[in-house]
């Protein structure tokens, strides 16, 4: 008798403790974006919200969603349930969000100069020195640090897709359209500038990545109604007065390009409540 309650206690304190295990690994998988720091941040009052079933950020934040995605450098798909998310206190504070300074001076004397800031995964793109554009970027991860000097645009191809990396689950090459290539090493690996999936923390593998919805919506199916276009409207800039044919190209003396800065350290485990920054 007391061998089968010891037997039955066993199984019941190992399968008690096999779903806490799991419920942990199963948190530590949905990102806490407000784990992410970027130096930017300190100027803004915000807090953390964990996203509900059935949020949006458009049903959430309305006509201003733009601006929270841009604040958290992510997109639409990867706000789901139990995903954590920063909210200002103020929405009016990250209006037109940008951490990319209005003028830069060391470009002043460009027609066209690009300046990516891994510390704030953002690009800004500039002319003579004054910012046109800027845009939040998927910055390599640990292990696949995007690498950081001075570069120019080589070549530009927008319907580039990868040789190494494929789409989750599928053997389909992934989509890497409006590439723009800036580096290539001695071993003849290529970085590209292109439309991928941002999830607000250092995930590519070396590229940087820009908002791309019409290839969300082609290969994953979401989101239904594709507003964010960054990638594509980064490459038409670069690429004038050249239009696209859809093939690979080859540039001469292509605009000059500046990589700063460390991207975040990542933490993806989910805080145990909300927290607020100064």
């Not at 940008?98 to 690009?114: C, G, L, T, V």
């Not at 460390?262 to 409540?273: G, Q, S, Y």
């Amino acid at each position: 008798m007391r061998f089968h309650l010891c037997c039955h206690l066993t199984i019941f304190f190992c399968c008690l403790f096999l779903t806490a295990f799991i419920r942990i690994v199963s948190a530590a998988k949905v990102p806490a974006l407000c784990g992410i720091s970027h130096p930017s941040d300190a100027r803004i009052l915000w807090e953390c919200k964990r996203i509900q079933k059935g949020e949006t950020l458009e049903s959430l934040f309305g006509d201003r969603w733009i601006d929270v995605a841009r604040f958290n450098r992510i997109d639409r798909r990867h706000v789901y349930p139990g995903v954590r998310i920063k909210v200002p206190n103020n929405i009016e504070d990250i209006k037109d969000f940008s951490p990319m300074p209005d003028y830069y001076e060391p470009a002043a004397s460009e027609e066209k100069f690009i300046l990516v800031d891994l510390s704030e995964q953002f690009l800004g793109a500039y002319e003579y020195g004054r910012l046109v554009f800027s845009t939040p970027a998927a910055v390599g991860e640990k292990g696949h640090e995007t690498p950081t000097g001075e570069f120019r645009i080589s070549a530009y191809h927008s319907t580039h897709k990868s040789t190494l990396y494929f789409i989750e689950g599928r053997r389909i090459p992934y989509p890497m359209h409006y590439g723009l290539r800036f580096h290539i090493t001695k071993r003849w690996v290529s970085y590209w500038i292109h439309g991928r999936d941002l999830a607000g923390y250092p995930v590519s593998h070396g590229c940087i990545g820009l908002y791309d919805e019409e290839m969300q919506k082609k290969y994953y199916g979401y989101p239904k109604n594709p507003v964010l276009r960054d990638a594509k409207f980064l490459f038409d800039w670069v690429i004038s007065p050249f239009t696209d044919d859809g093939r690979f190209h080859i540039l001469k003396n292509g605009l000059r390009m500046l990589i700063i800065g460390n991207a975040p350290e990542t933490d993806l485990r989910p805080p145990a409540r909300g927290v607020r920054k100064r």
